[in-house]
C-alpha cells in the first residue's frame, strides 16, 4: 500500500511561487505514474499535471501550462509541482496521485493512491 504527504502549501501573493512536495512510503513509488489534481470550492477536482516514472514524459493540463513544472525524485520517492505566477484562481486544495497504469490517464478513478491533499492560496 503506497501512502502520499503532501506539503508546501500555503498563502501566496498573486504572482508568486510555491513548491508543492509529495512523499511517498514505498521504494516502489519509482515504477508508478504520478499526477496532481486539484479541487477549488464549489468546483469538481480536476486534472493539473502528470509525470511517467522516469521523469521522462510529462503533461499539463492547459490552464497551468506555462506556469507549473511537475518533477520527481526516485531517490527520494519524491514527485515536485512547482508553481511560478500564481492567480487567485489556482486556489484550491492541491491532492498527488499515484497509479500503476502504464500511460498517461487524467481520469481520477485510474490513479488507486492520494494523498490526504495541501491547501494553495493566492490573494489578489
Known amino acids: 500500500q503506497v501512502q502520499l504527504v503532501e506539503s508546501g502549501g500555503g498563502l501566496v501573493q498573486a504572482g508568486g511561487s510555491l513548491r508543492l512536495s509529495c512523499a511517498a512510503s514505498?521504494?516502489?513509488?519509482?515504477?508508478?505514474?504520478q499526477a496532481w489534481f486539484r479541487q477549488a470550492p464549489g468546483k469538481e477536482r480536476e486534472f493539473v499535471a502528470f509525470?511517467?516514472?522516469?521523469?521522462?514524459?510529462?503533461y499539463y493540463a492547459d490552464s497551468v501550462k506555462g506556469r507549473f513544472t511537475i518533477s520527481r525524485d526516485n531517490a527520494k520517492n519524491t514527485v515536485y509541482l512547482l508553481m511560478d505566477s500564481l492567480k487567485p484562481e489556482d486556489t484550491a486544495v492541491y491532492y498527488c496521485?499515484?497509479?500503476?497504469?502504464?500511460?498517461?490517464?487524467?481520469?481520477?478513478?485510474?490513479?488507486?493512491?492520494w494523498g490526504q491533499g495541501t491547501q494553495v492560496t493566492v490573494s489578489s
Open positions: 496521485a499515484a497509479t500503476p497504469r502504464g500511460e498517461l490517464t487524467l481520469r481520477e478513478y485510474e490513479y488507486a493512491y
Open positions: 514505498e521504494r516502489t513509488f519509482s515504477s508508478y505514474q
Open positions: 509525470i511517467s516514472w522516469s521523469g521522462g514524459f510529462t
